[in-house]
């Protein structure tokens, strides 16, 4: 049968009209796009239709053409109609949906102080009470301030109790903050009531030691000064410190005679245990008491080396570990635990 003009017009009139009816049941843009492939690629419908043309008198197929174009634009249009509809419904479909306006928002977690910091700025709170001010000295020190000034010669079994990083042949990270002491009364005349928070260094590692840890060191120098008042300071800050712990009970302080070369007497701090209240538990091993620090006169000695004249000038001095007190406090039973970062620790503070 000859292939006439009217008939492929017809068929692609047709192929229009159905386009719309086609693609009306479908719900996403994929197959939408698969029918518009279907109806006007190459291997489409509307092609397949074209293809015919070659069959026809050429006068008639620029008719063809026309039609073939309109089809298209017909096409065209319902894709577009469609998706707009469907756009238009998943609009619709959003403002309907219940959201309650008045929900609080979602918290934005925040940072805050390390407990190390916390404790730090604690303790320089509370010395502060009773007139203590700061003082910082060098964490890189000198073997002088260190050791030598201090009565620590070279040869000084005591340098076996802090083992050192030595950074040159003089120079050190400091063991101790008890340099601080020589380097305020180097800057200050006294009278003189410092405390020196900070970072110190030993060759040492295990559950309740690190190479890197914190101390706070005192230091009260005056005309008359006298072991009590040092006794005086201690349960202030003991008091203060640990008085969550206690609930108000008060703890005692006792100095137990030991030896540090920069001091004479020296002694070892001890706290009536707060935990047990003197009871005897674990972390006071049963006695009763626990070891929170050193401390002693300042030795006559040390206060030549800086040129205060110890006739009319005494004083004491402290030192305490501040991750050895705050272990105490909040019980922390890992010295690591302050330095891994780990927010399930940290975030306990
Ligand atoms: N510097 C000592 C240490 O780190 C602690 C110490 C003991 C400090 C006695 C003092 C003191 O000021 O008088 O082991």
Redesign the pocket.
Known sequence: MPTTSTDLIAQLERLGGEFAAAIAPLADEQSIRAAQAQYLGKKGQVSDVMKELGRLPPAERPLVGQAANKVKDTIALAVEERLGALAAGRRAADLARAVDLTLPGRPVGGGHLHLLTQVRLELVEIFAEIGFAVAEGPQVETDWHTFEALAIPKDHPARD??DTFYVADEIVLR??T?PV?LRTRQTHTPPRRIVAPGVVYRRDDDATHSPMFT?I?GLVVDEGVRVSDLKGVLLHFVNRFYARLTGGAGLDVRLRPSY?P??EP?VEIDMSCGFCRGAGCRLCKGSGWIEI????MVDPDVFAQVGIDSERYTGF???MGIERMAMLRHGVNDIKYYYEGDLRFLDQF
Do not use: D, N, P
């Not at 620090?293 to 002693?296: F, H, K, P, S, V």
């Open positions: 109790m802090q063991t101790h008890s002491q101390q060191e540090f920069f001091v020296g620090g050193g401390a002693g001095a402290f030192g």
